[in-house]
């Protein structure tokens, strides 16, 4: 009869050791005792290539009456629109996140107003 009490108390204690084996990491995993530290990170990068410009402009006149009124208007974009968001939600209860009037818009414009006023002015000559 001892040894079947003796026999229980050791695999009573054989369980009890392995559940404390088991719970004590556990516990320990969300307290901070100075010896760990929990860490939360997060990487964001983005890339982006661009092209050239070349606006060449050429103009030219010839002869004895010749008018020339331009109006070139150069614009030009080659770049590309980036708005990377990076948010790391850890250990909190936050809800869903929206980002407002978030945009990657790119407007290339311009205006030219030109006037042009051409007039012929010619001195007449009679006989020479």
């Given amino acids: 009869m001892k040894g079947i009490i003796l026999k229980r108390r050791l695999l009573l204690a054989g369980m009890a050791a392995m ?18 530290q929990n860490t939360v990170g997060q990487e964001a990068a983005q890339e982006a290539e661009s092209g050239d410009v070349d606006q060449s402009f050429e103009s030219s006149s010839s002869g004895d009456n010749s008018n020339q009124c331009l109006a070139p208007s150069f614009v030009t974009n080659t770049g590309n629109a980036q708005n990377q968001i ?38 007449a000559s009679a006989g020479g």
């Fill in 86 to 123: 990076s948010l790391v939600q850890d250990s909190s209860t936050a809800g869903d996140f929206e980002f407002d009037e978030v945009s990657s818009d790119i407007t290339v414009g311009g205006t030219n107003e030109t006037t042009c006023e051409q007039e012929v002015n010619q001195a």
């Fill in 19 to 36: 559940v404390l084996g088991l719970a004590i990491p556990a516990l320990a995993d969300g307290t901070n005792t100075g010896n760990a």
